[in-house]
């Protein structure tokens, strides 16, 4: 009887671990994911990760994002982050702020596989800093260009 009862459990945190390690290895590459790992299940922080079908629609693949309140210990950690994986984007549009970037956009290579990915940040009017993660396919970036880039 406890045989049946453990199997399913088994199943479901096997089904987890392996979605969360697709999740991660899309960014293992970039420093901002020493952020997700450290943060992301701190008490305060908001950490929201989609793949599959909850983006179909999107026309992305994967979705991170970590929202959290505003420490500078936290921010100082982020803008280092920031500043190691911006050297690979081939297009980055930032507002800077006091000498710290509050809002940033940063298109990277893609991958070999013809995907686009992402990094996005902004620090919110209400003491937030939210860091945002997406890869996608070729049609993304007419998505994310239509939402995070305002036309000049």
Known sequence: MKIKRTFPRLLILFLLLVTSGVTVQAQENLRINTVFEKYGKQKGATMVVLSGKALHNYRLDKYRSIT???????LDEIQQCLE????????????????????????????????????LFKIGDDGTATLIYMEGGKDSEELINRLFIKKE
């Open 84 to 119: 190691t994986d911006k050297k690979q984007a081939h297009q980055i549009k930032e507002v800077i702020s006091n000498g710290i970037i509050s809002s940033g956009y940063y298109q990277l290579p893609e991958e070999e596989n013809q995907t686009n990915r992402y990094i």
């Open 68 to 74: 959290l309140q505003y420490n500078r210990t936290i």
